[in-house]
């Protein structure tokens, strides 16, 4: 479930930001700012100041595509080997050395 910051919490850091991106410090005044969490809610599920940071639009694309995306794939990834979950193997079909195909028949 995400945990959301609450009004009082993002009042709290638009004061601290002084209406400014907290990353490249331009003015959010007429523009849409977001309320970004600094250690994603997948990791730990804080919704507070300390955790709360003012980005424009752009800032935020950035961290959370080139942040954020990967540290979470890579979590999961860990998540999924630790429990033993494993993909199902796709591939059916190969060549043998003389190029004729060889199709193995589905599983049931």
Known sequence: MRVEFSKAVKLAAWRRASGRCEKCGCLLAGKVGHYDH???VVFSEDATL????????????QKTNGIDKPAIAKSNR??????????????????????SPVI???ER
Request: glycine share 4%; proline share 5%; aromatic share 4%.
């Open 104 to 106: 193995k028949p589905r």
């Open 38 to 40: 600094i250690n994603p």
């Open 50 to 61: 300390a955790n709360c940071q003012l980005l424009c639009v752009e800032c935020h694309d």
């Open 78 to 99: 860990i998540r999924t080997r630790h429990a033993g979950i494993r993909k199902d193997r796709t591939i059916r079909a190969w060549r043998k050395f003389d190029g």
